[in-house]
C-alpha cells in the first residue's frame, strides 16, 4: 500500500497571502494525485486531479503541480473561504489511499 | 445538479450488522462507478469499497473485506452498504462518492466528484 505524506499537518496563513501545501508518496505514483477541500461539518470537495487539473467550478487560485512522488496545491491568494483541511489522494496503484491532511488555518 | 443523499446509519452494538443507502439524482447514475469513503471522528479519510457502473465487479479495502458488502439497484438509483459483524473500528462518517469517470476502468475509477453529506456509524455497547 502507498503511503501518502502531507506536510505541514497545520499551516498559518493570512487571508490574501500565498499558501503551499506538500503531498510526498512512498513510491511513485505518476501523475495520478488528486487533491480535496475539506470543510469542518461537510463533505470532501474534488479540487485537482491529474495532480493539475482543476475540477469542475473550482477557482483558478487554486493549483496543482508534480509527479511521481512529489506533489504540490499552491492556493495563490487565499479567501475566507478556503480555510478548511486538505488531503492528497494517490490512485496509481490499488487501494487508494490518502495522505493525513493539511489544515490551513487563519494566521 | 448531482445529488447524493445517504440513509440508515445510527448506534449498533459490535457484533451488529447496519444497512446504508445513498439515494442519487441529478446524475445518469447507471453509467458511473460509485464507492463508499469512510472517516472516523476527528481522522482523515479511508477508502472502502467500489462497484462499476453496473455492478458487475466488486472491491473492498481490506479492513472489510469478507464482513460488508457493496451493491446497487439501478433502476432505483440507490446505492447500498450492507455491514455486518461491526467492530468499534468501523465508527465512522461513511460517504457515498459518485466516481468522475463513466465506464472507467483502473485508476481512473477512483477520483470521487461528488459526495454525499454522510451519515454516522457508531458500534458501541
Known amino acids: 500500500e502507498i503511503v501518502m505524506t502531507q506536510s505541514p499537518a497545520t499551516l498559518s496563513v493570512s487571508p490574501g497571502e500565498r499558501a503551499t501545501l506538500s503531498c510526498r508518496a512512498s513510491?511513485?505514483?505518476?501523475?495520478?494525485l488528486a487533491w480535496y477541500q475539506q470543510k469542518p461539518g461537510q463533505a470532501p470537495r474534488l479540487l485537482i486531479y491529474?495532480?493539475?487539473t482543476r475540477a469542475t467550478g473550482i477557482p483558478a487560485r487554486f493549483s496543482g503541480s508534480g509527479s511521481g512522488t512529489e506533489f504540490t496545491l499552491t492556493i495563490s491568494s487565499l479567501q475566507s473561504e478556503d480555510f478548511a483541511v486538505y488531503y492528497c489522494?494517490?490512485?496509481?496503484?490499488?487501494?487508494?489511499?490518502f495522505g493525513q491532511g493539511t489544515k490551513v488555518e487563519i494566521k | 445538479q448531482v445529488q447524493l443523499v445517504e440513509s440508515g446509519g445510527g448506534v449498533v452494538q459490535p457484533g451488529g450488522s447496519l444497512r446504508l443507502s445513498c439515494a442519487a439524482s441529478?446524475?445518469?447514475?447507471?453509467?458511473?462507478?460509485m464507492h463508499w469513503v469512510r472517516q472516523a471522528p476527528g481522522k482523515g479519510l479511508e477508502w472502502v469499497a467500489f462497484?462499476?457502473?453496473?455492478?458487475?465487479?466488486?472491491y473492498y479495502a481490506d479492513s472489510v473485506k469478507g464482513r460488508f458488502t457493496i451493491s446497487r439497484d439501478n433502476s432505483k438509483n440507490t446505492l447500498y452498504l450492507q455491514m455486518n459483524s461491526l467492530r468499534a473500528e468501523d465508527t465512522a462518517v461513511y460517504y457515498c462518492?459518485?466516481?468522475?469517470?463513466?465506464?472507467?476502468?483502473?485508476?481512473?475509477?477512483?477520483?470521487?466528484?461528488?459526495w454525499g453529506q454522510g451519515t454516522l456509524v457508531t458500534v458501541s455497547s
Open positions: 441529478g446524475f445518469t447514475f447507471s453509467s458511473y462507478g
Open positions: 462497484i462499476r457502473y453496473d455492478g458487475s465487479n466488486k
Open positions: 462518492a459518485k466516481g468522475r469517470l463513466g465506464y472507467c476502468s483502473g485508476g481512473s475509477c477512483y477520483v470521487f466528484d461528488y
Open positions: 491529474g495532480a493539475s
Open positions: 513510491q511513485s505514483v505518476s501523475s495520478n
Open positions: 489522494q494517490q490512485y496509481n496503484n490499488w487501494p487508494t489511499t
